[in-house]
């Protein structure tokens, strides 16, 4: 068994964290940690940086970052609000507010398949827009 320190090998350890773990993983872990270093050198010498003028996407991608656990949870907290707001609309109602806003389909293509008029899925949508912002207003 191999004594390692966590902050060696994971930059979120910001103290010292001693742990015992088998001589492979060690050898694994100190391998990565060396293949990572040389990584680096080759792209310092070999000048891969990029340019973020180019427009070829790369920009985009640097920008994005992955959700923190807390971002997580909002998003799922105010994806079940929505969707208990959404619930608390008469059936025909909630179809229409369902088909136009998160399917994305048109007020005329909701009202050719219902077989109704234009104006009233349009009217429709507007009213349970305004109930769901109600109900999530009263909710919070």
């Given at each position: 068994m191999t004594t390692i320190n966590l902050k060696d090998f994971y930059s979120?350890?910001?103290?010292?964290?001693y742990i015992e773990v088998s001589d492979e993983v060690a050898a694994e872990l100190r391998a990565d940690r060396l293949y990572e270093a040389a990584h680096q050198r080759r792209i310092v010498r070999n000048k891969a940086q990029y340019s973020l003028d180019y427009d070829d996407g790369i920009e985009y991608s640097a920008c994005l970052?992955?959700?923190t656990p807390q971002e997580l949870l909002e998003r799922m907290d105010r994806f079940c609000a929505l969707w208990n707001a959404l619930n608390t609309l008469p059936e025909i109602q909630g179809r229409r507010v369902d088909a136009c806003v998160i399917l994305g389909?048109?007020?005329?293509?909701?009202?050719?398949?219902?077989?109704?008029?234009?104006?009233?899925?349009?009217?429709?949508?507007?009213?349970?827009?305004?109930?769901?912002k109600k109900y999530l207003k009263s909710s919070v």
């Open positions: 979120w350890y910001t103290t010292d964290e970052h992955e959700p389909k048109s007020y005329c293509e909701v009202a050719k398949a219902e077989g109704v008029n234009e104006s009233a899925v349009r009217r429709s949508v507007e009213r349970g827009l305004k109930q769901m």
